[in-house]
């Protein structure tokens, strides 16, 4: 069974490498760039994989889940400047950085999910803008 939750969080990032001269920064990242940074609401899909637990008839418990999800995503970076979290000092913060930090801080503490037990975290699949989208299923297939 693959079950997915869809959240959103709005924060904002400037993309911009330290390490390279401000034209260079200009010509790479273009207007996103611009020194006052920009915003984004990102849609946020979480999927899950893994047997029905006969005795609840269910892949996860949401609820669970949905804390989860809160307490390490969505509260962290919800109204945050991207550019300011520990994560991204030197990582630019991108969209395909944001979504494969965003499955690394899922998965390092998935056992605590007591209803997870059974289910692994398949896919993380982020929405920037109603044009462009990320996935990130893991660096190995498990
Ligand atoms: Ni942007």
């Known amino acids: 069974m693959h079950l997915t939750r869809r959240y959103w969080f709005s924060a904002s990032h400037r993309l911009h490498r330290a390490a390279l001269p401000e034209g260079e920064n200009r010509e790479l990242y273009g207007k996103c760039n611009n020194p006052g940074g920009h915003g984004h609401n990102y849609f946020l899909e ?8 006969p005795r609840t008839g269910m892949t996860v418990n949401l609820s669970e889940l949905d804390a989860y999800v809160e307490a390490r995503v969505i509260e962290p970076f919800h109204e945050s400047s991207l550019n300011e979290q520990p994560q991204f000092g030197e990582l630019v913060p991108t969209t395909e950085n944001l979504c494969v930090e965003i499955y690394r801080v899922l998965k390092e503490g998935w ?32």
């Open 46 to 53: 979480v999927t899950v994989a893994g047997p029905i637990d």
């Open 111 to 142: 056992d605590r999910l007591d209803s997870a037990r059974h289910a692994r975290l398949e896919r993380v699949r982020l929405e920037e803008t109603g044009s462009n989208f990320f996935e990130y299923r893991g660096s190995e297939p498990e």
